[in-house]
């Protein structure tokens, strides 16, 4: 979900980049201590560019060759705005935003918050006897709506 | 004095209160006049207020709609597709988790 695609785009294809190379977590994880962390103590914008995104790339023992070329190309772009069009078809416009098996979890919540939905969850998914390989799939996506509703508007049969 | 000026007297005082009668009415109308239109004056400055406090109140229930409007409903199961980002690796746990969580964040 890019909220500030001026400053963080590059770094959104970058974890696009570095799935490609099996390594999107670390990449990730990298990212938010040595460039966010940075970025927001400074409100330095250059420490979410693409040197630093590079550097971190290269610590992490990526290809950065193909790192770049990968974060320039056709599919990251798409799948950077494919994940966009996602969120935006429910009603997500800013971060950070969760999907607990389908329900919404909004905003920077309490620990306790997560845990009350995910118990829920978990017990509505036990005694689905739906295995956990094809949960998602069968029962949050197959089932689930579509589109998003508010609280203003009734359930659709 | 004769009776002729006793009545003139009479009428002098007749005439007197007559005209301070007048002049007190004339008095009292004007008070009321005033009254009223200080009255007309307040209530058009409350109307006004009123009218005020009504757009602020038209104005906030419209925003508290529009804010419900985009809460979504608490008993949504909402279908997020997430074959892509899977499929690109874009994923960390346990594929066999029954609990998914999607995860939309900035790194701004």
């Known amino acids: ?157 | 004095m004769t009776n002729l000026t006793h009545g003139a007297l009479l009428a002098t005082v007749l005439a007197a209160l007559g005209g301070c009668q007048h002049q007190a009415q004339r008095a009292n109308n004007a008070t009321l006049e005033q009254r009223l239109a200080r009255l007309e004056a307040a209530y058009a400055k409350d109307a006004e207020a009123l009218e005020f406090l009504n757009k602020v109140y038209e104005q906030q229930k419209a925003q508290q709609q529009a804010h419900e409007r985009e809460e979504p409903a608490p008993d949504a199961v909402f279908a997020v597709d997430i074959t892509p980002d899977v499929k690109a690796g874009q994923v960390e746990g346990s594929p066999q988790a029954l609990v998914t969580i999607v995860e939309a964040w900035d790194f701004a």
Not at chain 1, 47 to 56: E, F, Q, R, T
């Open chain 1, 1 to 157: 979900m890019v909220v500030h695609p001026q400053v963080v785009m590059d770094a959104h294809r970058a974890g696009c980049a570095a799935a490609k190379q099996g390594k999107f977590v670390a990449f990730k994880d990298a990212f938010w201590d040595k460039a966010f962390d940075p970025y927001a103590a400074a409100r330095e914008p250059s420490k979410l560019g693409v040197d630093n995104i590079m550097a971190i790339a290269k610590d992490l023992g990526l290809d950065t060759a193909k790192l770049k070329i990968d974060m320039e190309g056709p599919q990251c772009r798409a799948q950077v705005d494919n994940d966009m069009s996602e969120l935006a078809k429910f009603h997500v416009s800013g971060t950070p935003f969760f999907f607990i098996n389908g329900k919404v979890l909004d905003g920077a919540q309490p620990k306790e918050e997560f845990k009350k939905i995910i118990d829920e969850r978990l017990k509505v998914a036990e005694a689905s006897g739906v295995s956990g390989a094809d949960y998602y799939e069968k029962e949050v996506f197959g089932k689930g709506e579509k589109q998003f509703r508010s609280k203003q508007d009734p359930k659709r049969p």
